[in-house]
């Protein structure tokens, strides 16, 4: 079945800290990857995707992301966390599924709730 | 460009009424999706529209019924609510159907 893990469910790192967040997908095919952000009471705002190409993909905030398929991983990395950055993050992947195929539903992992110490 | 509109944002219903969620999709996006957070959790899949046909449905009761528009908005209907219906009611919306999807604010139902 697909699916999503993000095994850590709250990470605390300090202001200026680099980040590491872990994604672990299930998926037959290759994938289309996800990661969103979410600050509280707010919809979900993408950071960026992986769907082809470049294993390494750059998205919005400073934020980048790896696709290691042997691992079936898609880690999210910063170099230098910021105050800002307090929120929860959603790895997703895009399914295709539904009448003949031509859905893309998104599986969403549980979530890791990051906190930034100053 | 404006993103993705849902209203209203926040509703209160008691058990066995009806509600209507509604969404306007980025200006030129043709897919209209819905998906159901509850707290704690992410989201989870409830339908999927394109072109105004449905592409798609999760794992929900037929309590949960929706539709597109010939200008591709969209409206989420849920009958006879119960208390686990309350959540954040996340509207996403994409150019087509294999494209990222971008959320709206979402809508707040809260089941009394």
């Known amino acids: 079945a697909q699916s999503v893990t993000q095994p850590d469910i709250h990470i605390t790192v300090s202001e200026g800290a680099s980040l590491e967040l872990r994604c672990n997908y299930s998926y037959g095919a290759t994938p289309y990857l996800f990661w969103y952000v979410q600050s509280p009471g707010q919809g979900l705002q993408l950071l960026l995707k992986y769907f082809s190409g470049d294993t390494l993909v750059q998205g919005i905030k400073g934020f980048e992301a790896e696709f290691k398929r042997s691992q079936s991983s898609f880690n999210l990395r910063k170099p230098s966390v910021h105050w800002s950055d307090a929120a929860e993050y959603f790895c997703?992947?895009?399914?295709?599924?539904?009448?003949?195929?031509?859905?893309?539903?998104?599986?969403f992992g549980t979530g890791t709730l990051l906190a930034v110490q100053p | 460009d404006a993103g993705v509109t849902q209203s209203p944002t926040h509703l209160i219903k008691t058990r066995g009424q009806q509600v209507t969620l509604r969404c306007s999709p980025i200006s030129g996006h043709k897919s209209v999706s819905w998906y159901q957070q509850v707290l704690g959790q992410g989201p989870q899949f409830i339908f999927q529209y394109y072109e105004k046909e449905e592409r798609g449905r999760g794992n929900f009761p037929d309590r949960f019924s929706a539709r597109q528009f010939p200008n591709y908005s969209s409206e989420l209907n849920v009958n006879a609510l119960l208390l686990g219906d309350s959540a954040l009611y996340l509207c996403?919306?994409?150019?087509?159907?294999?494209?990222?999807?971008?959320f709206g604010p979402g809508t707040r139902l809260t089941v009394l």
């Open positions: 997703a992947v895009g399914a295709a599924g539904g009448y003949g195929g031509a859905t893309n539903k998104l599986i």
């Open positions: 996403a919306s994409s150019l087509q159907l294999h494209n990222e999807q971008f």
